[in-house]
Antibody, heavy 115, light 108 residues
Framework: QLVESGGAVVQPGGSLRLSCEAS????????MHWVRQAPGRGLEWVSL????????YYADSVKGRFTISRDNTKNSLSLQMNSLTTEDSALYYC??????????WGKGTTVTVSS | EVVLTQSPATLSLSPGERATLSCRAS??????LAWYQQKPGQAPRLLID???TRATGIPARFSGGGSGTDFTLTISGLEPEDFAVYYC??????????FGGGTKVEIK
């Protein structure tokens, strides 16, 4: 099971940190993804972190602004989001990587960037 | 970036009918394609990976096929719970992992 939290309403230019708590599987056996979905839109991959955290990848749309990290001792995944724009408004899902497909998804947490 | 184009955008069918969804890649991606189902208000669910392998717990009425640039998801006999939006996703050339725009299967 994956449970996201941290979504909120934030002003343009602001920052937000999302979290994802994992349970029911051996967290450090799996890569983890963040995927987002703007209202009424399709799915957009955001970021991937390998099981150890040694390799990290981002979509061009968030590179340099978002930082993914994980704490395997706490079975948790994070996404630090800076310099937010209205284009970042979306439902953010964390998903378990298998490793490059997403086989377990959380319910998501909503980020709204608005003045 | 590999662009995935799904067609049709909407498929109107009756329960019991066969649904055939298409996903076309902008370049050859081997068999590195997955299909997901998303119902309103729910997270996506993995149905098929590597073009034709059903994920754990997925009913046999869901089948995937294709390779290279052309892929299909077939639902042989739509059940009421199958009316949803379906997305394809490639893992051949990344980052980024890319998704298609989705096909909505609606009740006729």
């Amino acid at each position: 099971q994956l449970v996201e939290s941290g979504g909120a309403v934030v002003q343009p230019g602001g920052s937000l940190r999302l979290s994802c708590e994992a349970s029911g599987f051996t967290f450090d056996d799996f890569a983890m993804h963040w995927v987002r979905q703007a209202p009424g839109r399709g799915l957009e991959w955001v970021s991937l972190i390998t099981w150890s955290g040694s390799d990290i990848y981002y979509a061009d749309s968030v590179k340099g602004r978002f930082t993914i990290s994980r704490d395997n001792t706490k079975n948790s995944l994070s996404l630090q989001m800076n310099s937010l724009t209205t284009e970042d408004s979306a439902l953010y899902y964390c998903a378990r990587g298998s490793p490059h497909f997403m086989d377990v998804w959380g319910k998501g947490t909503t980020v709204t960037v608005s003045s | 970036e590999v662009v995935l184009t799904q067609s049709p955008a909407t498929l109107s069918l009756s329960p019991g009918e066969r649904a055939t969804l298409s996903c076309r890649a902008s370049q050859s991606i081997g068999k590195y394609l997955a299909w997901y189902q998303q119902k309103p208000g729910q997270a996506p669910r993995l149905l098929i990976d590597d073009a034709s392998t059903r994920a754990t717990g997925i009913p046999a009425r869901f089948s995937g096929g294709g390779s290279g640039t052309d892929f299909t998801l077939t639902i042989s006999g739509l059940e009421p719970e199958d009316f949803a939006v379906y997305y394809c996703q490639q893992r051949y050339k990344w980052p980024p992992f890319t998704f298609g725009g989705g096909t909505k299967v609606e009740i006729k």
